[in-house]
């Protein structure tokens, strides 16, 4: 009897529960959702109604002898296109068909019966009007601009159906006004389309300001001394440029472009802006301290990566140029007899002359600095190439209308 209790002792603790051995449990397992899995791609009706609004190189198939669409967009750095003298020169296989997802800016032509060379000459041609500088990539069939107020955009041409046409003309920003873009683009646009586009331009300070109905009746503040205003903005002007960010030097420049230009600011304070730039005006001789700067962006280049590649250094050289040229232009020539000895022949027409030469690598900069130098005595004109001037006068009837302008006033002066 002792044994078969201790026998049922040992089978109770073992299986507590009170089941047998050879009993089986199943495990209870969580309730699951049966998925399939396929490689292949889901298929969704097309919309009929979707297909009849859309434009028909869109739609279209790849025409014969013209690059194949690619299949998605990528965005390339690097320029592959020369500063070409000669004219747009794109060739109907040269030209892409626009890719499926590519959504084209609102800024674009679907220019019709018009082959692509008529369409590319019109472009290049009204941009020599503009004196926009332009890099062409006749490959591609693309086009890299900037404009002379630092408008960087770009001009591609795509074909939109068989045989090339219609032929799409796309003109994109990438860096600057916005305003001052779209005053091209549309001119651009409209040379395109054999049309002619007219730029109004409205010069010099608003009249009678003081005769507006809203105006009327309210007591206006006193007016502040020309010279006192000119001498306070001249002084912001002197920490902007003896600050050592270029970015924060460029912003100083810009002030001194507008306190120079009688069309921006008042008459007066251009006067007073202009002597100080040039032959000096009480404490203030700015052409040193824009000469610091120089030499401060000639030892390195310096870009904006965030405002598409903005070079700085470009444009410290630029707004020099224009400050120098508005300031000359204010000024008489007996005023610049006292310089023409020293900081005209030493420092001053050398890089004059120096960007004159190197036309062809900004033609905006060649046009401005041949204006300062139409703005000379004419005894201090004679240091200047006129083999120079020559070439830059040709290079401007090729591209740059106001560099041809300006190269044909200097040469009529030297009287040739």
Same mark, same amino acid.
């Given at each position: 009897?002792?044994?078969?209790? @201790?026998? @049922? ?79 747009? #020169? ?5 030209? +892409?068909?626009?890719? *499926? ?91 395109? @389309? ?23 009746? =309210? ?14 903005? *001249?002084? #912001? ?34 006067? =007073? ?25 000639? +030892? ?25 040229? #508005? ?25 004059? =002359? ?32 006129? @083999? ?11 591209? #740059? ?12 002066? *030297?009287?040739?």
């Amino acid at each position: 009897m002792s044994n078969e209790r @201790e026998a @049922e002792e040992s089978a109770r603790l073992t299986n507590p529960f009170g089941g047998r051995k050879d009993d089986d449990y199943e495990e209870d397992q969580p309730e699951m959702r049966h998925v399939k899995i396929t490689t292949s791609q889901p298929q969704f009706a097309k919309p009929q109604a979707f297909d009849a609004k859309r434009p028909a190189w869109l739609v279209a198939p790849p025409p014969v002898g013209l690059k194949k669409r690619s299949d998605s967009v990528t965005v390339k750095k690097e320029w592959t296109g020369e500063l070409a003298v000669q004219n747009w #020169n794109v060739q109907p296989e040269s030209l +892409e068909m626009v890719p *499926l997802d590519f959504p084209l800016e609102r800024t674009h032509r679907e220019i019709t019966d018009t082959d692509v060379c008529i369409v590319a000459g019109r472009i290049s041609s009204v941009l020599q009007k503009l004196s926009i500088d332009a890099e062409f990539d006749h490959e591609e069939a693309k086009c890299k601009c900037t404009s002379q107020d630092f408008v960087g955009f770009r001009i591609r041409l795509y074909a939109g159906g068989e045989g090339g046409q219609p032929v799409v003309v796309e003109v994109q920003r990438r860096t600057g006004s916005a305003r001052s873009f779209m005053m091209s683009c549309r001119s651009i646009l409209a040379a395109a @389309e054999g049309k002619v586009y007219e730029r109004k331009l409205k010069m010099g300070m608003p009249s009678k300001i003081g005769n507006m109905k809203c105006l009327q009746g =309210i007591a206006l503040p006193k007016m502040v001394d020309p010279e006192k205003e000119a001498m306070d903005a *001249l002084s #912001n002007v002197v920490i902007l440029l003896q600050d050592k960010r270029v970015d924060t030097n460029v912003l100083g420049l810009e002030n001194l472009v507008c306190l120079t230009d009688p069309t921006k600011t008042s008459s007066k304070t251009a006067s =007073i802006s202009a002597k100080s730039v040039v032959v000096g005006y009480g404490k203030f001789c700015l052409r040193e301290e824009i000469y610091l700067v120089l030499e401060r962006c000639a +030892e390195r280049t310096v870009t904006d990566e965030d405002a598409g590649c903005m070079d700085y250094t470009e444009r410290v050289r630029t707004l020099s140029l224009q400050a120098f040229s #508005n300031a000359l232009a204010l000024l008489t020539p007996d005023s610049l007899e006292s310089l023409e000895k020293g900081w005209f022949q030493d420092m001053f027409i050398p890089m004059l =002359i120096s960007e004159v030469d190197n036309v062809n690598e900004s033609p905006t900069r060649a046009s401005i600095a041949i204006c300062c130098i139409n703005s000379l005595p004419k005894s201090a004109m004679r240091s200047v190439r006129v @083999e120079s001037i020559r070439q830059a006068h040709a290079v401007g009837c090729e591209r #740059n209308e106001l560099l041809a302008t300006e190269a044909g006033r200097c040469l009529a002066k *030297l009287g040739l």
